[in-house]
């Protein structure tokens, strides 16, 4: 596989030409591209609800250990807090950009945009665990606390959502303190968290330890985890036939790569590094999928859970995936000199 | 054997209000209930299925209870909040009971 150092020196869209070719025969994405296959097909494979919920708590807890020990490792420094509130503002800002690009750009309804504007201010925690794992077989690396970075901004983008909403005179649930607690102590945030506290606790020495299990077989896993996400994807995007139009897929192309340059605006601002700058790119371009669905069916039941996940999950996922990622890494690269 | 007279009520909601329904459901005096999953089915929106499904956003779930016929439109009052603006449907039918003093 080329590694970033031996791309450096090329023309940046050659530099992009080559990672998005290497992305795209690498097992994760062919896996992610088998599900989307057999799904349109019509294939019967599938995965049990227990065992896709199994494989993402194992990502999870693997991504949130590993970043807890490489803190533990590598010390804490005042970027560390500076990355956590550029996250909460990148979270909480970008649902106002999606909301008026959403107004102007498509015909979606205020309750459809304000719910489509939630989910991309916060972010996919699996385009994270594809982005860390891309940047490691390119031999970049990458800030541990990354991790912690995207458990802050997956909730800011839901209380902007919803004051849109409610600015708009919409009849739109209160954020109470049962809506609060479930999007702030949601099974995933919690985990990720944890976790993360758990690696940062243990360090080095904790990682050793599991390492067997949370390590070696982490990409097997994840290769079965996004086969399932592209038959999951593959059929919500059979089902949205006729239920979004050719502007609102169009936005599910642009938000990315608006929520991208806005990422990398912010990881210039603190220093980070290569790979901290398309971790935060990737974060802020990605669409939730878990978090905020679940969230808009609580506050905003009449807005139309269609249109949110077929953006997220069927336009804006595979979008970073397999194109998204190495332009990220591409541009970082070619801004920073890398 | 004697039985006794009761309701069933069967509601199927969307899984992510469980909670605020079961919450209903024991204050108001219900304390016994079953909540069953649902794999899948289809509705206005098309079907559904929870096949692979990791997000809570799509599922549903029975919630089945049994309660004396004398409170079923108390019950019926104080759930109808959750379920207003929700996708569900609520199905109540007449049913037999052996021991009337567990209801």
Redesign the interface.
């Known amino acids: 596989m080329k590694s970033v150092d031996t791309l450096s020196g090329d023309h940046p869209l050659d530099m992009i030409l080559s990672l998005a070719a290497t992305n795209l025969l690498s097992p994760i994405i062919l896996c992610f591209v088998l599900g989307v296959v057999a799904a349109l097909a019509r294939s019967d494979l599938?995965?049990?609800?227990a065992v896709?919920?199994g494989m993402?708590l194992y990502l999870l807890f693997a991504i949130g250990f590993k970043g807890g020990a490489s803190i533990a490792d590598h010390g804490v420094d005042a970027r560390l807090l500076a990355s956590l509130l550029a996250g909460v503002v990148l979270s909480a800002g970008l649902p106002f950009v999606a909301f008026g690009l959403l107004r102007v750009v498509t015909k979606l309804s205020v309750l459809d945009a304000a719910a489509v504007a939630a989910h991309y201010g916060s972010i996919s925690i699996v385009t994270f665990v594809a982005a860390t794992s891309i940047l490691q077989a390119q031999g970049i690396a990458s800030e541990g606390y990354m991790v912690a970075v995207a458990a802050a901004m997956e909730a800011p983008a839901i209380v902007s959502a919803l004051w849109l909403l409610s600015r708009t005179g919409s009849d739109a649930?209160s954020m109470d303190s049962?809506l609060m607690r479930?999007i702030l102590l949601n099974g995933s945030i919690v985990l990720l968290v944890g976790s993360f506290a758990i690696g940062w606790i243990t360090g080095n020495d904790g990682l050793r330890e599991i390492a067997p299990f949370i390590t070696a077989p982490f990409k097997g896993v994840l290769c079965l985890f996004l086969l399932?996400m592209g038959?999951?994807a593959g059929?919500g995007l059979m089902?949205a036939k006729g239920v979004i139009s050719g502007r609102v897929v169009l936005f599910g192309l642009m938000m990315p790569l608006i929520g991208a340059s806005a990422g990398l605006l912010a990881a210039s601002l603190l220093g980070l590094s290569l790979g901290g700058t398309v971790l935060l790119m990737t974060l802020s371009a990605s669409a939730s999928?878990?978090a905020v669905?679940?969230a808009?069916?609580?506050a905003l039941?009449?807005a139309?859970?269609?249109v949110y996940?077929t953006l997220s999950l069927g336009i804006t996922f595979p979008f970073n995936l397999v194109l998204g990622i190495p332009l990220y890494v591409a541009v970082a690269s070619a801004v920073m000199g890398g | 054997m004697k039985m006794h007279d009761a309701k069933r009520i069967e509601i199927i909601i969307?899984a992510?209000?469980e909670?605020?329904l079961t919450d209903i459901l024991i204050a108001a005096g219900v304390t016994g209930f079953s909540v069953l999953p649902v794999k899948g089915g289809s509705g206005r929106?098309?079907?559904?299925?929870?096949?692979?499904?990791?997000?809570?956003?799509?599922g549903m779930v029975a919630v089945v209870c049994l309660i004396k016929p004398e409170r079923l439109d108390i019950l019926l009052e104080a759930i109808f909040p959750v379920l207003d603006?929700?996708?569900g449907v609520v199905n109540i039918t007449d049913a037999k009971v052996l021991r009337v003093e567990m209801f």
Do not use: C
């Open positions: 599938s995965f049990p609800e896709a919920k993402s649930r049962a479930e399932d038959l999951v059929r089902r999928y878990i669905p679940a808009m069916r609580v039941p009449e139309n859970p269609a996940l | 969307e992510i209000m909670r605020r929106t098309g079907q559904w299925s929870r096949a692979g499904q990791i997000s809570r956003a799509e603006r929700h996708i």
